[in-house]
């Protein structure tokens, strides 16, 4: 059982720059691949980035590549997401989760969802 955390969110002018953490409890979380997702006003989670429990390997949504970078510290139970060059589209509640599926842009792929933490990015 893994339960996640999510901190960092905020409001922040377009261009600037944010660090999400996603903060874990229990023992497997270093065996996990995580990924964060975002929802803005609407019932879907879109996929953001994954990162392997290695942290050797990571994957972006197209919308985020060159601006978001994924990181991992398993001795700190912690996985980053800083997010660099914010645009205004980017405003949304960001999660974090545990992949236990084989699809990581597949929100029902995942499970130990955090509560979400609000990005909001004025123009």
């Known amino acids: 059982q893994v339960q996640l955390v999510e901190s960092g969110g905020g409001l922040v002018q377009a261009g600037g720059s944010l660090k999400l953490s996603c903060a874990a409890s229990?023992?497997?979380?270093?065996?996990?691949?995580i990924g964060w997702f975002r929802q803005a006003p609407g019932p879907e989670r879109a996929f953001v980035a994954d990162?392997?429990?290695?942290?050797?390997?990571?994957d972006y949504a197209d919308s985020v590549k060159g601006r978001f970078t994924i990181s991992r510290d398993n001795a700190k139970n912690t996985v980053y997401l800083q997010m660099n060059s914010l645009k205004p589209e980017d405003t949304a509640v960001y999660y974090c989760?545990?992949?236990?599926?084989?699809?990581?842009?597949?929100?029902?792929?995942?499970?130990?969802w955090g509560q979400g933490t609000q990005v909001t990015v004025s123009s």
């Open positions: 229990g023992r497997t979380f270093s065996t996990y691949t």
């Open positions: 990162i392997s429990w290695s942290g050797r390997s990571t």
């Open positions: 989760a545990a992949l236990r599926g084989s699809n990581y842009w597949y929100p029902d792929d995942y499970d130990f």
